[in-house]
């Protein structure tokens, strides 16, 4: 099983965020019952935030797992300005103690710096969060969306146990720089929109609340463009016969990362998980790679104000 520092996890990790209607209207019921589909499965991690729902996530979350906490990781998230950029700033100790208690737990597993506030030194925010670990309040300190740069500053403040980044065949740009800083710092990587937000499960978005609708990716020149693209996946899928889900999921996982997709649907989850067993050829990766080359997909993965908090995409060749 893949490590993230100190931590041990399954091979795949569940998303939980689609789960609070981001990406269309979702049902508590039904979202337990696939949380608990996925613990028999094997899954032992799972992956909420401050951010999703108002803390609707994190209580969800933390009602789906709470009789069967002691097999499982729990990772967590918050932003110094859950109001925005005028805002009062949340400190982490705060924000853990919130945490602790929509969760109804006595420590989280890691708990992440959802996003580098760009007025806190990346460093205090981790030095803090470090001071939560030495307290147990956490057991590990993650950063996400960080810069190569930022990692390593983060770093020498405080042991990072994982980054975690959108990595997927649409979305290579950790690469470059990033990909490299953490096998350097032994620093785990988790690969969140590791199937590009469905897009690479070959889903379309019709829920006119979805919130896909704002992202430039998904705006109909965008999605014409990146279909194109998509086809290739389509067309291996049909090679090996399994999913077009599957394929992009066994790429991320051919890049030793550990993959968090996520689904409101049990069957989805199943085939999502399947995909452990898919190993790619080095010819069909190359394929890919051709296809999903470095800067070519059409639309920025963020709305303006999303992308002033990550990282810019490098440009391919």
Do not use: C
Request: proline fraction near 6%; aromatic fraction near 6%; charge should be negative.
């Amino acid at each position: 099983m893949p490590k993230l520092a100190n931590l041990t996890v399954s091979r795949q990790g569940f998303g939980a965020m689609g789960l609070s209607s981001t990406y269309g209207a979702a049902e508590d019921a039904e979202s337990i019952r696939t949380i608990h589909r996925a613990i028999d499965l094997g899954i032992t991690f799972f992956d909420t935030a401050t951010g999703y729902g108002a803390g609707h996530n994190e209580t969800l979350v933390g009602k789906a797992v709470a009789d069967r906490r002691d097999a499982l990781v729990i990772a967590s998230k918050f932003v110094h300005r859950p109001g925005g950029s005028d805002a009062p700033v949340l400190r982490p100790r705060e924000a853990v103690e919130a945490s602790l208690k929509r969760l109804g737990l006595d420590h989280i597993d890691l708990y992440y710096l959802h996003r580098v506030d760009l007025e806190i030194p990346i460093e205090e925010s981790v030095g803090e969060l470090g001071r939560l670990r030495d307290e147990g309040k956490i057991g590990g300190v993650g950063v996400s969306e960080a810069t190569a740069d930022g990692l390593r500053r983060a770093n020498a403040a405080y042991p990072v146990t994982a980054l975690q980044s959108e990595y997927s065949l649409w979305t290579r740009g950790v690469e470059t720089e990033i990909l490299p800083t953490v096998r350097e710092l032994g620093i785990g990587f988790v690969s969140y929109s590791p199937l590009g937000r469905g897009f690479l499960a070959g889903a379309e978005v019709t829920d006119p609340k979805d919130r896909r609708h704002q992202h430039p990716r998904f705006q109909p020149e965008a999605v014409a463009a990146n279909s194109r693209r998509r086809a290739t996946i389509e067309k291996i899928a049909a090679r090996l016969g399994v999913t077009v889900a599957q394929v992009s999921l066994a790429w991320v996982l051919s890049k030793d990362v550990v993959p968090i997709p996520g689904t409101r649907f049990i069957p989805h989850l199943e085939a999502n998980w399947a995909a452990n067993e898919l190993a790619l050829d080095a010819e069909t990766v190359a394929e890919l790679e051709a296809v999903f080359a470095l800067g070519t997909t059409v639309g920025e993965r963020y709305p303006a104000d999303g992308l002033k908090l990550v990282p810019p995409e490098p440009v391919g060749a």
